[in-house]
């Protein structure tokens, strides 16, 4: 069982270029969220998804685009990526409404020069 | 606008010394608050507490909820070096998402 897996772990970007992050689970979760986690700021929310074929914006998702094609899998994109978006990403998966005890993914640090 | 904020925001103590973390909240529609440990890498769950004053406990740590006060503490007794870590407080808003904190960066020195 490898709960919720994120690639890449690291990448190094340009200013404009696009990328796409995917998470992945396999705990049959309905609920799934990207966080960024930046320096005394903890994490906050892109975007989240309530279902396959759902998605919603959560507190900072300007810059970013969603897909939750598959019930397992939830992409975010980055068009055109720009330095204020150099940070941690972490992918989260959860059952139902109820959050017990998000599971996390190990991260992807993003670096854009 | 629903909000979570931490203090202290980091915190440096001794090997064998107690901390008390604190989380406090703003939500219009509050229905449990999570604690989170996040060493390296991916938070990992602590606790959950739904309802004012009774204690959630787990080893040395435990915790507690005030609804009146809205904000919870985190203990952790007999610190070691392992508990070093960044803890990070979250509330269910209802929304079907958690709403985080800053973090408390904890640091234990031998």
């Known amino acids: 069982n490898a709960g919720v897996t994120q690639t890449p772990k690291f990448r190094v970007l340009k200013t404009g270029q696009s990328m796409t992050l995917l998470c992945a689970q396999d705990m049959n979760h309905e609920y799934m969220y990207w966080y960024r986690q930046d320096p005394g700021m903890g994490l906050r929310l892109i975007h989240y998804s309530v279902g396959e074929g759902t998605t919603a914006k959560g507190e900072v998702p300007d810059g970013y685009n969603v897909s939750r094609l598959k019930k397992q899998n939830f992409l975010l994109g980055l068009e055109s990526a720009a330095p204020s978006q150099t940070s941690v990403y972490f992918c989260?998966?959860?059952?139902?409404?109820?959050?017990?005890?998000?599971?996390f993914g190990s991260g992807t640090r993003l670096t854009v020069v | 606008e629903d909000k979570v904020v931490q203090s202290p925001l980091s915190l440096v103590v001794h090997e064998g010394d107690t901390v008390t973390l604190n989380c406090s909240y703003e939500?219009?529609?509050?229905?449990?608050l999570l604690w989170y440990k996040q060493e390296k890498k991916a938070p990992t769950f602590l606790f959950m507490l739904t309802s004012s004053g009774i204690e959630k406990k787990s080893g040395r740590l435990s915790s507690i909820l005030d609804k009146k006060e809205l904000s919870s503490i985190l203990n952790i007794t007999a610190t070691q070096t392992g508990d070093s870590a960044i803890y990070l407080c979250?509330?269910?808003?209802?929304?079907?998402?958690?709403?985080f904190g800053q973090g408390t960066e904890l640091s234990v020195k031998p």
């Open positions: 979250a509330v269910d808003n209802q929304g079907g998402k958690l709403i």
């Open positions: 989260a998966s959860s059952y139902d409404r109820e959050n017990y005890g998000y599971t």
């Open positions: 939500v219009t529609n509050f229905r449990s």
